[in-house]
C-alpha cells in the first residue's frame, strides 16, 4: 500500500502555491511546480480560481498535468480557446483596470533580499559565465502583476546583489519602484523554496522568513541564504494530509513529469 504521508519538499512547494492561490483570482501558469500547485488549488483550495497561459487558453482546468503550454492536454478543459495576443490584450485589460485578481508565477537563477529576480546571466553581461533564456514574459509580469517567485533555496541563488535584474521586485526598498517608474501598488508577495516561504516586511520591503516547512529551523533558513534574514518571525507551516498528497502523485502528475516520489523502502 503506496505512503501518502512520505512527502518530498516539491509536493510541499506544491501544496504552497494551492493554499496561497485565492477564490476569484486569475492565475498565470506555466508548466512545472506552479502548475501542480494551481491545478490542486482549482481542485480543492480555491475551485473558483481561473487558470490562464500564454499560448491564449483562458479558465484552464487540466485533469493530468500537461508538459507545456502548448500540450493539448491544456485545451481539453479550458472555457476559451484564444491565440496567444488575445492573451496579452486580456492582461493588459487587467493591468489597466488596476484590477488585483491577477497574480503570476515566475522563477529564475537569482534573487536579493527585495525580490529582483534574474534570469539572464550570471557575471558580466557582456561576457557571462552562465547566459540563460532571459525574460519572456516574466519582465512584464513583474512589472505589473503581483507575484509569487518560485526558487531553490541555496546560498549562490538569495544573494545581497543579483548579476542582472530581468525581473524587477521591490527595487531597492520603499518607493524604488515609483523611482524607477513601476507601479507601486504591484510587487513580489512571497517566494516559495524547497525550504519554506519567504515574504515581505510591509514597510522596509526587505525579504523575511515567514514560514518554514516541517525539519526546517532558522539555522537552515540563514544557512542558504547569502544575506542577512530575520527569522523572528517565522511560523511552521503544516504538514499536508495525506489524502493531498495521493492527489497529486495519483491523478494531477501520475507520470512523475515534475516531481519524482519517493522510492518505498
Request: aromatic share 10%; glycine share 10%.
Amino acid at each position: 500500500m503506496a505512503d501518502y504521508t512520505n512527502y518530498t519538499n516539491k509536493e510541499m512547494q506544491a501544496v504552497t502555491i494551492a493554499k496561497v492561490i485565492q477564490n476569484g483570482q486569475i492565475v498565470i501558469v506555466g508548466t512545472g511546480l506552479p502548475l501542480i500547485g494551481a491545478s490542486l488549488a482549482k481542485r480543492v483550495f480555491a475551485p473558483g480560481c481561473q487558470l490562464i497561459v500564454e499560448s491564449g487558453l483562458m479558465d484552464c482546468s487540466p485533469i493530468e498535468v500537461p508538459r507545456s503550454v502548448g500540450d493539448l492536454r491544456f485545451m481539453a478543459h479550458c472555457a476559451v480557446q484564444w491565440p496567444n495576443y488575445r492573451f496579452v490584450g486580456f492582461e493588459a485589460n487587467e493591468w489597466l483596470h488596476d484590477n488585483d485578481r491577477l497574480i503570476a508565477f515566475i522563477g529564475g537563477a537569482q534573487i536579493d533580499p527585495y525580490g529582483n529576480v534574474n534570469s539572464t546571466s550570471i557575471g558580466d553581461y557582456h561576457h557571462p559565465k552562465t547566459r540563460f533564456t532571459g525574460s519572456g514574459g516574466a519582465n512584464g509580469i513583474a512589472t505589473f502583476c503581483n507575484t509569487i517567485i518560485m526558487m531553490q533555496h541555496q546560498k549562490r541563488r538569495f544573494m545581497e546583489k543579483i548579476d542582472y535584474i530581468t525581473s524587477c521586485g521591490w527595487m531597492d526598498g520603499p518607493g524604488g519602484r515609483e523611482r524607477a517608474g513601476l507601479p507601486g501598488n504591484r510587487g513580489p508577495q512571497m517566494v516559495v523554496t524547497d525550504l519554506g516561504i519567504m515574504k515581505f516586511d510591509d514597510e522596509t520591503k526587505r525579504m523575511y522568513c515567514a514560514y518554514m516547512f516541517p525539519g526546517v529551523t532558522p539555522e537552515i533558513i540563514q544557512e542558504n541564504t547569502g544575506f542577512e534574514i530575520d527569522c523572528s518571525r517565522a511560523e511552521m507551516f503544516e504538514e499536508p494530509p495525506a489524502e493531498i498528497i495521493r492527489l497529486i502523485r495519483e491523478e494531477i502528475d501520475p507520470g512523475q513529469a515534475f516531481i519524482k516520489v519517493p522510492k518505498e523502502k
